[in-house]
């Protein structure tokens, strides 16, 4: 009963362990989605830049908080200060007292300083030189509210633009919009910034701005072989072409041209069929875009040979191969092999099924079914055969060992 049990257990094995092609059936409703990523959001929680984008221009104008440096130098002197502006927009320079510079720009702020050095200098033969620039920028208030991280009032430093506050307040939550943010009661779509560069997009703010985030209305899915599938936010107007760009573009091996849809498929609707559409078609909210994956039987038929064959493993098909043809090209069948009772496995569109085939036979010439032609992904099985020479010396060592101990019984058992 060992033997038979291990010749079973190798069956088995062999047929439920092989990792074999198995051919796309075609799906009748829209895919289970699992736990899909939102690419558009993973942009507004990066961390944010550690230094403004932009500096201010020749039109910006003081206020409170602005630090200044100062330089006053002649051969007599050479003299530094930091000069902040305080909450009644002044600065206070020693010896040249207090200036109101709130409201003026830069220049303008060094025309009043010079204007105010002139009434001390009483060398004109060694006049003092100034330089004046801004050193720090006042930060600006900006309150985020909505489907935000960490809605809230943030200071944040001057020129920061509207994708850093969004990543100081952690980012856009799943439940919200990146194509329709408020900014001051303006729609901006942000989308535009970082698919298409679009710096309108991505605005500078100012102090008192107000962001609100509203909730995610309209989305579509795009699944296989494409970059980076997920969930996508839409407008109206679109296209599939568009919706591919974001996703980063299909990979290399997507079937080329051929694009899938399950319409409404989010909104788990009943009626949902699968269509083919093109790159030009219009997206519908709740849309589940496919993109197929070639076959691996095209690209690189094969069918797969184990048990007692020299070279077991995989064996690339061609049209007309038939079993004897596949055995030969493992090395053929070891001396233990028992042809008479092939085991061939396939996989159909209805699932799959076992057939057995006797190629001894074949062999033989008894029959001419014993060699039949094989399909891609085909799994076979060349089995043991019990009649060898290591099973019948185990049978023969078990039979010698029970008579042996039925002797040592009859002995024991006899007349003394």
Excluded: C
Excluded at 380 to 407: A, D, Y
């Amino acid at each position: 009963m060992t033997i038979f049990k291990r010749l079973l257990s190798v069956f088995l094995a062999a047929l439920l362990g092989w990792q074999v092609p198995v051919l796309a059936q075609q799906q009748l409703g829209p895919p289970l989605l699992p736990d899909l990523p939102q690419p558009q959001l993973a942009i507004t929680r990066q961390p944010p830049d550690e230094q403004p984008l932009q500096q201010p221009g020749s039109d910006y104008r003081l206020a409170s908080e602005d630090l200044l440096s100062l330089q006053l130098w002649n051969r007599q002197l050479n003299l530094s200060y930091e000069l902040p502006v305080n909450a009644q927009g002044e600065i206070f320079v020693p010896r040249l007292g207090t200036l109101k510079l709130s409201g003026q720009t830069l220049t303008e702020a060094r025309a009043a300083v010079q204007q105010r050095l002139g009434t001390l200098q009483n060398t004109p033969q060694d006049p003092i030189q100034l330089a004046l620039f801004l050193k720090s920028p006042r930060r600006i208030a900006v309150l985020l509210s909505g489907h935000v991280s960490r809605p809230g009032q943030y200071r944040l430093p001057w020129g920061t633009t509207l994708l850093e506050a969004l990543r100081r307040a952690g980012g856009i939550r799943e439940s919200g919009s990146v194509r329709q943010i408020q900014l001051n009661g303006q729609a901006i779509d942000l989308q535009r910034f970082y698919a298409q560069g679009q710096t309108q997009a991505n605005p500078v703010l100012r102090s008192g701005a107000v962001i609100y985030v509203p909730p995610l209305s309209q989305r579509v899915a795009v699944l296989g072989e494409v970059q980076q599938p997920g969930i996508y936010e839409i407008q109206p107007g679109d296209t599939v072409a568009e919706l591919l760009a974001w996703a980063g573009g299909t990979k290399t091996t997507a079937v080329p041209g051929q694009i899938q849809r399950w319409s409404a498929g989010l909104l788990q609707h009943k009626s949902q069929r699968l269509e083919s559409v093109s790159p030009e078609t219009l997206l519908g909210s709740g849309d589940i875009l496919q993109i197929p994956a070639r076959r691996l039987e095209a690209v690189n038929p094969q069918v797969f040979i184990r048990g007692q064959v020299r070279q077991a493993g995989a064996v690339n098909w061609r049209e007309g191969l038939q079993l004897l043809d596949a055995l030969q090209q493992a090395g053929g069948e070891l001396n233990s092999a028992d042809l008479g009772a092939v085991m061939i496995s396939r996989q159909s569109a209805q699932g799959r099924s076992e057939l057995r085939v006797n190629l001894q036979a074949f062999l033989n010439g008894q029959s001419t079914e014993g060699n039949p032609l094989l399909q891609p992904g085909d799994a076979i099985l060349i089995p043991e055969s019990f009649f060898n020479v290591r099973n019948i010396t185990e049978l023969t060592t078990l039979i010698l060992s029970t008579l042996g101990i039925v002797s040592v019984v009859i002995n024991l058992s006899g007349p003394r």
